[in-house]
Each structure stands twice: as C-alpha cells, then as structure tokens.
C-alpha cells in the first residue's frame, strides 16, 4: 500500500496478450495502484484477489513490517496462501520464502518497504545507552 494510502499491486501475466517473449519478461509485468483510505486497504487487496482480478503471480507492497504481517494475517483468515517478506527475516527465511513463491507454492507475496527497520535496533540500543548515560 502506498503513502498516498494507496494499494499497490504487480502481476505478472496479469492478461492475455501481454507483449512479446517469454514468461516472466517485461513485457508481461503490469503495475497496478488503487487509491483507498488507510482502513480499507485490507478489504480492496481481499476484493482484487478472491474475485480473480489479479491473476498469476501477484507483489503487494506494504509500507511497515506491522502492515504486512497485519495484512498477511487477514488475507490468511479468509484461505488465501501467500508470503510476506520483510528485513526483520533472517537472510535463510527470506530466500526460502522467495524460493517458494519462485516455485508456485503460492502465487500472492507481500513485500515490505520499510527502509527504516534495519536502523530501529541500532537506534533503540542508542537511546538506551543515551539514557543510561544521561542518568535517566
């Protein structure tokens, strides 16, 4: 979902006749972003998925970990496979869960953009070394 309070979505192969070549090129990639306030961005990406919109293999963008772990949990409760990558994932998970989406174990990925999740522990160790100085 965007910031813009946006979902966002790219399928591959979404449509027949998508451009030239083989699977997977660029030519078959659509890039598709629907506006939508915040509280409803989980209800629009169950809607798009469950009536077939977006067919094949399908990357939905979310701006926090707590997002789209939040969003994985709901698409889950209504049966719908999918994973969810993030920077808070050990490198060996994150390859395994690339890998299987790669495999067709699921069609439906959530990909993390949160640029900010990696600095977090180093901030948070910061503050508290901040603070045990300070005397606080």
């Not at 409803?40 to 939905?60: A, E, F, P, T």
């Not at 390859?95 to 067709?104: E, Q, T, V, Y």
């Amino acid at each position: 979902a965007g910031e813009h309070g946006g979902a966002a979505a790219a399928a591959a192969g979404a449509g027949a006749g998508f451009g030239e070549g083989g699977p997977g090129t660029a030519a078959e990639i659509v890039h598709c972003s629907y506006e939508c306030s915040h509280d409803d961005r989980q209800l629009v990406v169950l809607s798009l998925l469950k009536l077939g919109l977006l067919r094949k293999k399908v990357l939905i963008f979310a701006n926090s970990v707590d997002e789209g772990l939040g969003l994985r949990l709901f698409l889950e409760s209504f049966g719908i496979r999918l994973g969810c990558l993030h920077a808070e994932l050990p490198v060996n998970s994150r390859s395994h869960i690339l890998a299987s989406f790669n495999k067709g174990l699921f069609d439906y990925l959530i990909a993390v953009d949160d640029i900010h999740a990696r600095d977090r522990p180093a901030q948070a160790a910061a503050a508290a070394t901040a603070r045990a100085a300070s005397g606080s």
